[in-house]
């Protein structure tokens, strides 16, 4: 399988007030700047047991039209070049642009019945997709470092720290969505945060 999504990358580290503390006997009066309008951009990644399939670059807000582009000049291509790229079934979540009927036509031209279509994959489901339960979290944890100072350079970070993503984290990935299967079938498609 490869999954497939999307998330934004800030220029500015984030900061997770659940995790930074300061310790003070006395009130601390500590503040984070952060930009009221932070540069970001919109990166699209695949992910199967064998390889990360991206990054790619939406320097704009993302819609069927330059969703489809993508897909055909930059993904469709790179799957081609797999030695398995038959075997392969491809999903989505149900982002607006990946619903489209232009993108649901040309995706089930190419991929037949190994696509998985919108009417057949859980709404709101993070949980089962791995871009969402492992990439996005895991690089967002090591793409600051070192610090960014412009978008290409975020870049630059993002392209490294996906190169050294390799086999033995993808097993782990994919054997931990196999589990996550298990939990929400024995859940009855319930939810299984918890479990």
Not at 101 to 127: A, C, M, Y
Not at 128 to 157: A, E, H, I, Q, R
């Amino acid at each position: 399988m490869v999954f497939s999504d999307e998330a934004y990358f800030y220029l500015t580290l984030p900061v997770n007030i659940q995790n930074n503390r300061q310790w003070s006997k006395g009130q601390p009066f500590l503040d984070v700047e952060r930009p009221l309008h932070d540069k970001k951009i919109l990166v699209w990644c695949g992910i199967s047991v064998n390889r990360v399939f991206g990054p790619y670059y939406f320097e704009n807000t993302i819609n069927q039209k330059n969703y489809l582009e993508m897909l055909k000049n930059f993904f469709w291509p790179k799957l081609l070049r797999t030695a398995e790229y038959k075997k392969y079934i491809f999903q989505q979540d149900g982002a607006r642009p990946h619903t489209a009927t232009t993108v649901q036509t040309w995706l089930t031209e190419k991929f037949g019945n190994k696509f998985i279509d919108k009417n057949s994959w859980p709404p709101r489901s993070p949980d089962l997709n791995p871009c969402d339960f492992f990439l996005w979290g895991y690089l967002k944890s090591v793409v600051y470092n070192p610090l960014p100072k412009t978008l290409d350079d975020l870049k630059v970070n993002l392209e490294r720290e996906i190169k050294k993503i390799n086999k033995d984290m993808l097993k782990s990935t994919f054997s931990n969505f196999e589990k996550r299967c298990h939990l929400l079938k024995s859940a009855n498609g319930g939810h299984i945060e918890n479990k």
